[in-house]
């Protein structure tokens, strides 16, 4: 019962993890700057798509509601990606700075930037990876309202979460899978190549939630269940099949691939394969300011 309420060992735990997403990407050879190359722009369809911005202001309401105001509010966004958030963040009238070293979503970016409705705020696009970034020296230690960083591999363990929170002045915002995350896809490949069933884990958040209790931070957080259903192409489900495939150690030779293009082409006649995704994910937003309870009412 002592190791429970022992930040440290709580900190080497979650740093060599073996089962953490960026961990098992590392261990198969994935750089994590680069995983998104080949899915930038079905990513970008994705995240503008009706039920991609909904999902967006949903979350951005959620913010909202424990007391952050956009409007003139300075933002790092770290893993902008597209824009999904940074370009409805500047539409709310903020000012913000976007993250993202990826080359094939930082040009998706600057598009949507210039296509983004009137709303008084700014974009400013930094396309370094934020680990290599000398905050000191950028000056932006304690320099944002809101550092604002979701789903993105950039969080690897506590001492990256303290790097991402010293850029903030208020508030950090901060969301990650947390449990078991569901793909019908892959649920039908895994068998077919591992003799296994797929089963992939994601305990950041639990890491994240214990080590700002013990470490004395204010926040807010939510568990939320989310899903979707998606329409790929053979070509397309192959290569996310054969990325998945990889991350969790598979042999990727042309035996593997001949397996996973009959069936889909057995299973999915039409060209067409439909894919359910869904999960739990968790938020949190971390209070480094005003650190009394907020409600709406105030």
């Known amino acids: 019962m002592t190791d429970f309420f022992d930040a440290a060992k709580w900190e080497q735990a979650w740093k060599n993890d073996p089962h953490t997403g960026v961990n098992k990407m590392k261990a198969a050879g994935i750089d994590t700057t680069h995983a998104f ?6 990513f970008n369809k994705e995240v503008f798509s009706d039920e991609g911005k909904r999902r967006t202001k949903r979350i951005m309401n959620w913010i909202e509601g424990q007391g952050v105001r956009f409007q003139d509010a300075t933002v790092l966004d770290i893993g902008a990606a597209s824009g999904g958030f940074s370009v409805p ?25 210039k296509q983004a409705g009137e709303g008084g705020g700014t974009v400013t696009v930094v396309k370094e ?18 550092v604002f960083v979701s789903m993105c591999p950039v969080i690897t363990d506590w001492e990256s979460v303290e790097k991402v929170m010293s850029c903030a002045k208020q508030f950090c915002y901060i969301s990650l899978p947390a449990g078991t995350m569901e793909n019908s896809l892959k649920n039908e490949i895994f068998p077919l190549v591992t003799d296994q069933p797929h089963k992939h884990e994601n305990m950041e958040m639990a890491y994240l939630l214990h080590l700002l209790y013990l470490k004395g931070y204010a926040y807010e957080s939510i568990v939320t269940r989310e899903a979707k259903t998606t329409v790929v192409d053979h070509a397309k489900a192959l290569q996310d099949a054969m990325v998945w495939l990889g991350k969790h ?7 593997t691939k001949t397996i996973v293009a009959d069936y889909l082409e057995r299973t999915y006649p039409s060209g067409q394969v439909v894919v359910h995704e ?21």
């Open 89 to 113: 963040f500047a539409e709310r009238g903020a000012i913000v700075t976007a993250v993202e070293p990826c080359l094939p979503l930082a040009e998706l970016l600057y598009d949507n930037i």
């Open 129 to 146: 990876p934020f680990e290599e970034i000398d905050i000191d020296a950028r000056g932006w230690r304690k320099k944002f309202d809101l």
């Open 37 to 42: 190359d080949y899915k930038a722009v079905s």
């Open 249 to 255: 150690d598979q042999q990727l030779d042309e035996g």
């Open 278 to 298: 869904g999960g739990r994910y968790g938020k949190v937003l971390v209070r480094l300011q005003d650190q009394s309870m907020y409600t709406r009412e105030q």
